[in-house]
């Protein structure tokens, strides 16, 4: 069984100023974690994803991510934010070698919103 | 860079009509996965192909039923319409991850169908 969670349903954080948002996850075996962002009525667009190697990820639009195998947790990172970030962001996650086409376990979603 | 297409992008039904809803992968992708998200909801796996083969199967009706063809893309069809299906389905594809470790593929998400069911 796999399951992630995102304690935090908003954040809110002035512009320019460092960002989280928490994941935690629940995976059998090593996970292979992922982080999406989606804006009103659009899909999601794939942000950055950990496999293996370095803790700390870096994607797209300045955000990084860092993985603690011992917390379980997946943090989602930005040094400076902006009022653009503005969005719903999901964590998502499923176990390594668990075949090809497997499905992702997705958080409920922590919105974001960054104030001027 | 093509994205996942999916079309409709809207769709409004009446209860017991069915739907088609259609996904057309990135060029080279090979695999194709279905999700349902629901009003103020995280989504949730339907189903999803490898290789025109159903590889994995989630929270999906039975009234639901889908298929990739031999061009990759896929169709997911729903019938019997409830208000319940009121949702937005999204469509991700992805090809074989090249790390070597089974299952690293990421998935890239489509717009999405938003689909009312009056």
């Known amino acids: 069984a796999q399951s992630v969670a995102q304690p935090e349903d908003q954040v809110n954080v002035a512009e320019g100023n460092p960002l989280t948002v928490k994941c935690t996850y629940s995976?059998?075996?090593?996970?292979?974690l992922f982080w999406y962002v989606q804006y009103p009525n659009r899909g999601l667009q794939f942000l950055l994803k950990?496999?293996?190697?370095?803790?700390l990820v870096k994607g797209s639009y300045g955000f990084e991510a860092e993985f603690n195998k011992s917390q379980t947790s997946f943090h989602l990172k930005k040094p400076s934010a902006l009022v653009s970030d503005s969005a719903l962001y999901f964590c998502?996650?499923?176990?390594?070698?668990?075949?090809?086409?497997?499905?992702?376990?997705f958080g409920t979603g922590t919105r974001l919103q960054v104030t001027l | 860079a093509a994205g996942v297409i999916q079309s409709p992008r809207h769709l409004i039904k009446e209860k017991r009509e069915t739907a088609t809803l259609k996904c057309y992968p990135i060029?080279?992708?090979?695999?194709v996965y279905w999700y349902q998200q629901g009003p103020g909801q995280d989504p949730q796996f339907l189903i999803s192909?490898?290789?025109?083969?159903?590889?994995d199967k989630g929270s999906i009706p039975d009234r639901f039923s889908a298929q990739q063809f031999s061009d990759y893309h896929s169709e997911l069809n729903m019938s019997s319409l409830e208000l319940g299906d009121s949702a937005l389905y999204f469509c991700?594809?992805?090809?074989?991850?090249?790390?070597?470790?089974?299952?690293?593929?990421?998935?890239?998400f489509g717009p999405g169908t938003r689909l009312t069911v009056l």
């Open positions: 950990y496999i293996t190697g370095d803790n």
């Open positions: 060029p080279r992708h090979d695999t």
């Open positions: 991700a594809s992805s090809s074989p991850g090249t790390s070597g470790i089974r299952g690293t593929d990421t998935q890239y």
């Open positions: 995976v059998s075996g090593n996970p292979y």
């Open positions: 998502a996650g499923r176990a390594l070698n668990t075949g090809t086409a497997s499905k992702l376990t």
């Open positions: 192909f490898y290789e025109k083969m159903q590889s």
